[in-house]
């Protein structure tokens, strides 16, 4: 195989599954798709510990400022 055989299947390819993911990828809503790895990093950032979030009326998440964390803390630290 010389080098312009290697080069024509190489990038030929690189094209095919350049726009296969072309295809695929617009089946599903980009915006679904945005929101789903947003609520999904916040449930992970929650699991672990990292933040707190509070359920709105809404069904969406909140998070909590680290401000009334400390309050919180702080206060019942004293009772």
Known sequence: ????????????????????????????AAENLSMDMVAHTLDMLERDGFIRTVDTEDGDKEMIPISEIITDTLRNAKT
């Open 1 to 28: 195989m010389d080098v312009f055989t290697h080069t024509i299947i190489a990038v030929g390819s690189l094209m095919g599954f350049f726009f296969l993911g072309e295809y695929f990828g617009k089946k599903k």
